[in-house]
């Protein structure tokens, strides 16, 4: 399974890497570090053209550039992408933020812990949910050839 995170901090990066790895989570982990590069990447646009499509995103929201809202406003708009699931992945508490990443259609949105160990196992537990839980849209549904109506 593929599966892009959307991360500026080097630590979480790798955080995020080993939590999905120790919890067993099968997958092909992209990461890019800012909404710009993440869009080029979903649309498999200039350097990112060879890009698997992502079965699922992890989101931070304190992003440069562009950051987490509007990226996810913008993925959550695209007919080819917005069936993607998007978890929102931050160190932010604010109810403020909660709210608006839910008004965008965040699939789910997780606080970073502090603590390493609390981390992993978040990271893991969400990881395991969504490979091994969820159903997910089939692989290429978000293709404009398999998309009713197009």
Not at 21 to 41: I, P, T, Y
Not at 100 to 123: G, Q, S
Request: a negative charge.
């Amino acid at each position: 399974m593929d599966i892009l995170l959307v991360e500026d901090t080097p630590c979480d990066v790798l955080m995020t890497r080993e939590a999905l790895k120790e919890g067993g989570v099968v997958h092909r982990l992209s990461v890019v570090e800012n909404g710009v590069e993440a869009m080029a990447f979903l649309r498999r646009q200039g350097k990112y053209a060879e890009a698997p499509r992502p079965r699922l995103v992890f989101l931070d929201l304190n992003l440069p550039k562009k950051d987490g809202c509007e990226t996810l406003a913008e993925v959550k708009a695209d007919e080819t992408l917005r069936r993607i699931p998007v978890v929102i992945l931050t160190a932010s508490r604010d109810e403020r933020d909660i709210l608006k990443a839910y008004d965008l259609h965040a699939n789910c949105y997780v606080t970073k812990p502090t603590d390493l160990d609390e981390f992993m196992r978040a990271v893991a537990v969400v990881g395991r949910f969504w490979v091994g839980v969820v159903e997910l849209p089939p692989k290429g549904a978000d293709e404009p050839a398999n998309m009713p109506g197009l």
